[in-house]
């Protein structure tokens, strides 16, 4: 399960035609990489889905240049999401989306996004 220390609304962006928010999340357990989450309503229900995760491993000290050595931005594969075991990466997406949304400045800022 991923563990969030602090998410921080970055900007309104979209993905693949759809509006949706940026949100930078920063890991709660040592070893886990930041994250930058696209938030977008959810296409057949009432809600938001997360719709992109970027992970970063950028560090300013090699990352300021462009490192062919070093991939300082990836993207998580929803499957890829999580640990392994129970509960499964689905569930363990789903529980990180509710955490987010528990950030009172984060919810206000996706009433924004459009219907």
């Known amino acids: 399960m991923y563990y969030i220390k602090d998410a921080e609304f970055r900007r309104m962006d979209e993905h693949q035609g759809r509006p949706c928010a940026v949100i930078q999340v920063l890991p709660g357990a040592v070893g886990d990489p930041e994250l930058f ?4 309503r959810a296409d057949r229900k009432e809600g938001y ?3 992109r995760l970027i992970r970063s491993d950028a560090r300013p ?3 300021w240049y462009d ?6 931005f990836a993207e998580v594969a929803e499957e890829d999401f ?5 509960p499964d ?6 529980q990180f989306l509710e955490n ?5 400045e984060i919810a206000a800022k996706l009433e924004r996004l459009p219907h």
């Open 37 to 40: 989450v696209y938030v977008a």
């Open 49 to 51: 889905e997360i719709v």
């Open 61 to 63: 000290e090699i990352d």
């Open 67 to 72: 490192n062919s050595m070093h991939q300082a």
């Open 82 to 86: 999580g640990d392994t075991g129970w």
């Open 89 to 94: 990466p689905e569930a363990q997406r789903a």
């Open 100 to 104: 987010l949304l528990a950030h009172k």
